[in-house]
């Protein structure tokens, strides 16, 4: 079964940024949507972007503009940039591997904005 290792999170300042990182094994990565959602507390887990196979990305309006989703089939990892952070982007953050009627989650990587 395919898993899932999501790195990159921390503390960092409004207005500053991080890159997020989701290891994949066990899968075959390059045919898979890839996608990384985020859950604060007390909130639903909900989407931020996801990257089609082809290269297709699709983004939550709360971040257009601020994040970018990659993916690097070599390396069966997929990344989030996110710059200009702000306060309400904390949330633990989770990659997903999605595939026809199969979706694995990563465990998250929490991701503080704070001064």
């Known amino acids: 079964q395919v898993q899932l290792v999501e790195s990159g999170g921390g503390l960092v300042q409004p207005g500053g940024s991080l890159r997020l990182s989701c290891a994949a094994s066990?899968?075959?990565?390059?045919?898979?949507?890839m996608g990384w959602y985020r859950q604060a507390p007390g909130n639903e887990r909900e989407l931020v972007a996801t990257i089609a196979s082809g290269g297709r990305t699709n983004y939550a309006d709360s971040v257009k503009g601020r994040f970018t989703i990659s993916r690097d089939d070599a390396k069966n990892t997929a990344y989030l940039q996110m710059n200009s952070l702000k306060p309400e982007d904390t949330a633990v953050y989770y990659c997903?591997?999605?595939?026809?009627?199969?979706?694995?989650w990563g465990q998250g990587t929490l991701v503080t904005v704070s001064s």
């Open positions: 066990g899968g075959i990565f390059s045919i898979n949507t």
């Open positions: 997903q591997w999605a595939y026809g009627n199969l979706e694995v």
